[in-house]
């Protein structure tokens, strides 16, 4: 048996033994000094579409939720949440009805804190500016974190503090999906489940009372196969407060400086050397004016896809940020302007320069509304693409209301005009009221998209929704940028829901 073959086997069973480790709480209760909790969650759910121009009810659900926490003793502590889902009409099959959806047991002592957890995103690492270690990756979110391990986090032990994580993916794939693999893996294939393990940790140590702080961060995760199929990653950081140490720049503000660089130690990456750095200014004022700027440069592969996948595109690229803000004196309108500009260092028919620049005006106005005016423009190898953006808001204790124009791309022919409209209003005490609608105009057509929602209070430990739409059109109204694209043709998705939910 391998070692990922055994690290594979043991986390498998911390679903199961955090749930008899709670069982063994709960047993200890009644002779301990803490305390159970039981609390509960009941939804029911049901969809009526007409998307193919007849009505039908179209997947119905029923959600039970059930969540018990126990601390037996002091600095103990247990939890584990169990669901019951009765979904018929997914995929032509039930899915499961009662099943663990999340848990974890947790000792706290004077300097430390240990976590054995299954189903929870723990692997945060407050990482200063590279993110090389993005949580939501390791998280293995499918609607819920599904990542199981174990996580031990210190502090004030010799000035220094820390977190470590260890966690297995153990995903199944269809027969007829590849997951993901290092760039370079020719050795990868299907599986029909990921054994993937990731592991990380974060060392920090302040000095002279948090003016000066040092850290390091380090990321790896092993793949299922190959012995060269491993993506891992560590940097180092500081964060200085210049203002706060030299009193002659205090005038200026604190002056943070903050940098963080590191290498990728991948085994796929072969002899080459994949370095990336970025140095950042931050906190920097004087009178009404404040600055943030930083210089980033990023080697080719120094971002991993399996630890950073979303970072992956600023490899091989250098560039800077710059942002100016300035707060009108005795006048409640602020002002803001940014650059940023990167470029690759080989040029390629792929790799170009891409460039943004903009600027937004941000005013109150009196009675409680405020208006913001926004311009940017973006550069890259296919054009240049002009945008605008109008909004109005205000509010009082009956209705919330927002307005957006925008005009995307302008000049181009992806040149979209978009309207969007929010409201959200208290009609009664208990009924209140919430609606939105984005038009999108193209040269050729013109599309929308309403949302309309309805909810009830006025029962205890309940709530009643009743809403038409899809949220998701336009959650981010004129900004809703997969909607409002002009290759999308889609219109308002013609359905209604009603969600009934119990608290307990």
Do not use: C
């Amino acid at each position: 048996m391998t070692g990922n073959d055994m690290t594979t086997g043991w986390t498998r069973l911390l679903a199961p033994a955090l749930a008899a480790g709670l069982l063994v709480l709960l047993a200890w209760q009644s002779t301990a000094l803490g305390a159970t909790t039981l609390e509960g969650y009941t939804e029911a759910y049901l969809q009526l579409s007409g998307e193919s121009r007849v009505w039908r009810f179209d997947n119905p659900q029923f959600l039970g939720e059930l969540r018990v926490k126990s601390t037996p003793w002091p600095d103990t502590e247990g939890y584990l949440k169990f669901q019951g889902l009765s979904n018929k009409w997914e995929g032509a099959r039930w899915e499961n009805f009662f099943f663990l959806k999340e848990g974890h047991l947790r000792y706290r002592g004077k300097r430390t804190e240990t976590l054995l957890f299954t189903g929870q995103d723990r692997f945060w690492l407050n990482e200063p500016l590279l993110r090389v270690v993005n949580n939501d990756i390791i998280k293995d979110d499918d609607f819920g974190p599904k990542a199981q391990g174990i996580r031990i986090d210190f502090w004030d032990t010799w000035g220094l503090t820390g977190t470590a994580f260890y966690s297995d993916k153990s995903t199944a794939y269809p027969a007829f999906e590849t997951p993901h693999f290092p760039v370079g893996n020719t050795s990868a294939k299907a599986d029909t489940v990921s054994t993937d393990d990731y592991r990380g940790g974060r060392l920090k140590r302040s000095l002279f009372a948090e003016r000066m702080i040092l850290g390091a961060t380090y990321g790896r995760k092993d793949y299922s196969s190959g012995a060269t199929s491993y993506d891992e990653v560590a940097t180092a950081d500081f964060e200085v407060a210049m203002g706060n140490m030299a009193q002659s720049l205090a005038q200026f503000g604190r002056i943070t400086v903050v940098g963080e660089g590191g290498k990728n130690l991948s085994g796929w990456i072969g002899d080459k050397d994949a370095y990336g750095w970025k140095l950042e200014v931050r906190d920097v004022g004087y009178g009404p004016v404040t600055m943030i700027a930083s210089l980033y440069d990023f080697d080719p592969d120094f971002y991993t896809i399996g630890l950073a996948e979303d970072n992956v595109w600023k490899n091989d690229f250098h560039g800077h940020y710059l942002q100016l803000d300035y707060r009108v004196p005795k006048k409640a309108i602020n002002l803001k302007a940014w650059r940023f500009r990167d470029k690759p260092h080989m040029f390629t028919i792929e790799n170009q320069p891409r460039e943004e620049t903009g600027g937004e005006v941000y005013v109150e106005f009196i009675h409680g509304f405020i208006g913001k005016v926004e311009y940017k423009r973006y550069m890259d190898k296919n054009g240049t693409y002009p945008n605008v953006l109008f909004e109005v808001a205000g509010e009082n204790k009956l209705v919330k209301i927002r307005t957006q124009f925008r005009i995307k791309d302008i000049g181009t022919d992806f040149q979209v005009r978009v309207f969007g409209f929010e409201a959200n209003a208290n009609l009664t005490e208990q009924w209140k009221f919430y609606s939105r609608l984005l038009t999108v105009d193209e040269r050729t057509e013109s599309r929308e998209s309403v949302f309309a929602q309805i909810q009830y209070t006025g029962w205890n430990s309940a709530e009643f929704f009743l809403e038409f739409g899809d949220w998701g059109q336009s959650n981010d109204l004129a900004n809703t940028e997969w909607f409002i694209d002009h290759a999308n043709g889609d219109n308002t998705r013609r359905q209604f829901k009603a969600f009934l939910k119990l608290y307990y």
